[in-house]
């Protein structure tokens, strides 16, 4: 058994889809004179969100009624799951690094929250290995993303209430300043003094379309001030549920659901955009995304060795926890569960945000390092997830429901 289990798990490791990853991964590395052009990398991102959408939405549209309840609980389920997993990665947090409580706090929401580039790698792999999924499951995604930004929104605030300082800083760490101010300057102005950081903020910009946030310069802190930004605002619950990622991704689903019921399906007609093209497309992300998770290794080198094992050790607890969670609520209710449901629910839990998330601390919690928990979700757990977690957590399913099968 041990045997096969490492034959099935070597031979999914190598998948083309995965191997575009890892040629992207040795760009930076070597030192490969290659940018990948960013308007290329935004129509990826859009087409993917679109296409993932779009699928789920006619796939659900074909939902028996009877289903519904048990659907509907298990969304329910999903959100709560993440809500957890996001306060264990604090407590963790806690006992593994040295950080800032701050950063601790943001570092957690980030885990609480899942990937949309992940999700879809993952239906990539499930597509090529022919593994079915449930049709909610993107509605999942979406879903399970939110939890992540209250996480992070609630244990900032506790911080904020003990004391912590304009900077980030608590009473017992060191440069704890209460007299301290922070402001962010806008692009136009740091311009003047760093030309290459205005870039930066520039770049920033641009990718509010994007799937992924790939650079987030750190705050420079001047004086005078700017106080920290109140735990919940309209423009906060606007940036939470309005972001473009969740925008695109619910677009997708309500056009592939009404366009399901009026009789248009690009699933069943086989259309070469949204379906056939899937695949090459995801391809192209990947190699992309190799690249900058490459980049954003170099980070990690202020974070400490602690952060280190928590970014490659939490995709494994919570992957693996969520393939039980979805066993036992199977179990429980009887609902049948695909096997691609199992994985893409542990790619789920065991995936970090780079979306919704870093938009909630560019506005709420300006005092958090930016580039610490980006490090951490996509230098490590992106990277660990799409080499090596995908075909493990479809191992761990085909043993969980050998081991223990459902009555």
Known sequence: MLFEFWHNFTHNLFKPLLLFFYLGFLIPLLKVQFEFPYVLYQGLTLYLLLAIGWRGGEELATIDASSIGGVLGFIVLGFFTNLTIGFVAYALLTRMTKMRRIDRATVAGYYGSDSAGTFATCLGVLAALDIAFDAYMPVMLAIMEIPGCIVALLLVARLRERGMDPLGNMPDEPGYNPKARLELVTAAQLGAQHPQTRRQLEVEDELEMSLEKREHPEPVAVEPVVTAAAPVSAPLLREVLLNPGLYLLFGGVIIGFFGRLQGASVIEDGDHVFVTAFQGMLCLFLLEMGMTAS???????????????????????????????????????????????????????????????????????????????LASSLGLTFTYNVTIGIPLYLQITHAVNSWLPIS
């Open 295 to 373: 980049r954003k290794l170099k980070d990690l080198r202020t974070a400490g060795r602690g952060l280190i094992a928590f970014g490659l050790l939490a995709p494994n607890i919570f992957a693996t926890a969520g393939i039980f969670i979805i066993h036992t609520y199977s179990q429980v209710t009887g609902i049948h569960f695909e096997t691609g449901s199992y994985v893409l629910f542990a790619v789920l839990c065991g995936a970090a945000s780079y979306i919704a998330v870093p938009a909630v601390q560019r506005i709420a919690i300006p005092e958090a390092s930016p580039t610490v928990p």
